[in-house]
């Protein structure tokens, strides 16, 4: 059974700022579709430390894992070299064996790009898929929500 986590559910935490570095581009100077997966994975990290479960600490506290199962990327607009962008990540649904994240990346009040990626438990020890242990589920019942992504109307011409 799903639980939907977009309404505000958990407690709120602050955006994670980005500053693009040239590293981050194409040879055009706006930043590679790849970059923004990592991106996610920081914003996702930065929510999971806030509501006291660091991913390093993870396996040793829990005995599981996550690991990306599917990933979904919708752009709205370019980001270019030197922008500030604020990512913000919540749990968009969650049952006993995953997670569906979603993270928006933004520069000011602008729609850069959406992210959701479905986060599966991981039993190291077996080598398979698990149940996520009772007491992380608890945790992650604390992290902010996100409503799920909507089908995404086509780029706007102007990089800004």
């Known amino acids: ?14 955006p994670l700022l980005y500053e693009v570095a040239y590293a981050d581009t194409d040879a055009g100077g706006i930043v590679y579709h790849a970059t923004y997966l990592a991106m996610a994975e920081r914003s996702r990290n930065h929510v999971l430390r806030a509501v006291g479960l660091p991913v390093a600490e993870m396996k040793a506290c829990f005995g599981v894992l996550f690991i ?21 990540s919540g749990i968009v649904s969650v049952t006993p064996v995953r997670a569906l994240w979603g993270t928006t990346v933004t520069r000011g009040a602008e729609l850069i790009s959406r992210v959701e990626a479905e986060i599966a438990a991981f039993d190291p020890a077996a080598g398979g898929p698990c149940l996520v242990p009772s007491d992380l589920m608890n945790l992650l019942a604390h992290a902010p929500g996100l409503a799920p992504m909507r089908h995404a109307p086509r780029m706007k011409t102007g990089f800004r």
């Open 1 to 14: 059974m799903a639980s939907e986590a977009g309404g505000g559910a958990g407690r709120s935490v602050g």
């Open 68 to 88: 990306v199962r599917e990933i979904r990327t919708i752009f709205y607009r370019p980001a270019l070299v030197g922008d500030v962008l604020a990512l913000s």
